[in-house]
């Protein structure tokens, strides 16, 4: 059995879990309803085309902006964040910006 805030939770009981998914310009969410001890990975061929489909490219999930592993077991009610690769290195973005736009001098 399991004490999750004040409530106790038995093995048969639901928790909820929301997949989040931002793209540019759009956001895919879907909320599952699922046994608790359940891992993640056993939740993936419940999920909608676009969420498995980014989830299969990148691999990658987080849990309250930590990555975890797929098959980490859910006990509570969760958000499941996909993560997506990055198109462009913020880094290198940066340095490019810095070379194009000219030198100020600072008075002293």
């Known amino acids: 059995m399991i004490h999750l805030y004040g409530r106790r939770m ?38 909608n085309n676009e969420l498995k489909q980014a989830w299969k490219e990148s691999g990658a999930i987080s849990i309250n902006a930590e990555q975890v592993s797929e098959h980490r ?14 198109i462009n290195d913020p880094k290198d973005l940066r340095r490019k910006r810095a070379r194009l736009s000219p030198i100020k001098k600072v008075k002293t």
Do not use: Y
């Open 10 to 47: 038995r093995q048969g009981d639901m928790i909820k879990i929301d997949f989040l998914l931002a793209d540019c310009d759009r956001v895919f969410t879907q909320t599952l309803f699922s046994p608790v001890g359940k891992q993640i990975i056993d939740l993936m061929p419940l999920l």
């Open 73 to 86: 077991v859910l006990n509570e009610d969760t958000r499941i964040m996909i993560l997506k690769k990055l």
